[in-house]
């Protein structure tokens, strides 16, 4: 099952954004550059997810890849969340989208959601702060749902921020949201 980003995000530990510095064997050491979500840390160890036929990594690991990682705290490394909708690649300060409904239609032909870094980096950032995903996301956990942590005008200044998170918000429609 794909994880829509708001639930990665949602119910992640960690979010970071930095580099492949080593890969080693079934791990690779990360090192951060920016903390969207989560405690600071300068590099850490992220377990990699099992490919599977409906779940590839767009490359082979290798040092010098830029990502950003959604991650969850392991028993020894950190994991990512969902296989490659938590691991997205940045490339020209472009970060790709992963997951079916990330993808537009464009000219009858599906294009990958694109925007620029700085532009997803504050908007996850923010999402972050405004909501926590609680429960499992699955089809059997009814209980499952957000929680909106900030008051309803701080939802407002986060759903006019940019394009990305009006797209955030508008997805959040079809959840259950409960404020504290």
Not at 77 to 86: D, K, V
Not at 132 to 153: M, P, T
Request: aromatic share 16%.
């Amino acid at each position: 099952m794909i994880y829509p980003i708001e639930v990665i995000a949602g119910s992640a530990d960690l979010i970071v954004v930095g580099e492949i510095e080593i890969v080693k064997g079934d791990l690779y050491i990360f090192n951060i550059s920016e903390t969207l979500k989560g405690n600071l840390f300068n590099s850490i160890s992220v377990e990699m997810f099992e490919e599977w036929e409906c779940d590839q990594r767009f490359a082979k690991p290798e040092t010098g890849q830029k990502l950003c990682l959604f991650l969850k705290r392991g028993l020894k490394n950190w994991e990512i969340i969902n296989g490659s909708t938590g691991e997205l690649v940045i490339s020209n300060n472009i970060i790709t989208l992963g997951g079916y409904e990330e993808y537009k239609h464009i000219d009858y032909k599906f294009t990958p959601y694109q925007l620029a870094l700085e532009d997803f980096k504050n908007g996850i950032r923010e999402f972050c702060k405004c909501f926590i995903f609680v429960g499992e996301y699955s089809f059997r956990d009814e209980k499952a749902h957000f929680e909106q942590i900030v008051a309803d005008k701080q939802i407002s200044e986060f759903k006019a921020m940019s394009d990305f998170s009006f797209w955030l918000w508008k997805k959040m429609e079809k959840y259950q949201v409960v404020i504290k």
